[in-house]
């Protein structure tokens, strides 16, 4: 009678070519994830931001063609209406006077991005027209385009 040779499991060279597949896929897949979830928790800050930008151009057209002043996040709800003191991921927020620009600084996003502002600047047409540019210190790919 022959005897069947039967294999009970996975060599060791099988073993490692799947492991290091695996890590192959976790060292490319970890920090595409993790970029994805600050864009993720920083969309509350931009949401934020256009809320307070069409505020301020409401602000603008019905007052005195000015912007106002608010320099914390209670002058904000105050002058324009905008509660931002419920967000956990804005530590503080203001409007410049003069150039309009909304700036934001960040919190509870990541270690490696707070503490770092977004701004929005206003950028008025020759038709009264208002254009808004993001910017800020945080890295250029989670600093929304237009």
């Known amino acids: 009678m022959l005897k069947k040779n039967c294999r009970g499991g996975f060599s060791l060279i099988e073993l490692l070519f799947v492991i290091a597949v695996i890590g192959i896929l ?15 928790r920083l969309t509350e800050v931009t949401n934020a931001m256009s809320h307070i ?25 105050t002058s324009l209406g905008i509660a931002l003191s419920a967000l956990n991921r804005i530590n503080s927020a203001s409007v410049n006077q003069i150039t309009g620009a909304i700036s934001v600084t960040v919190a509870n996003i990541d270690p490696t991005v707070d503490g770092g502002t977004i701004t929005l600047v206003p950028i008025t047409a020759s038709d009264g027209s208002i254009i ?3 910017g800020g210190t945080l890295p250029a790919k989670l600093i929304p385009k237009r």
């Open 26 to 40: 976790a060292a490319i897949a970890i920090p595409i994830y993790k970029t994805q979830v600050m864009s993720a």
């Open 53 to 77: 930008s069409t505020a301020l151009v409401n602000y603008r057209r019905e007052g005195t063609n000015a912007w106002p002043s608010c320099g914390s996040i209670a002058e904000i709800q």
């Open 132 to 134: 808004w540019n993001w």
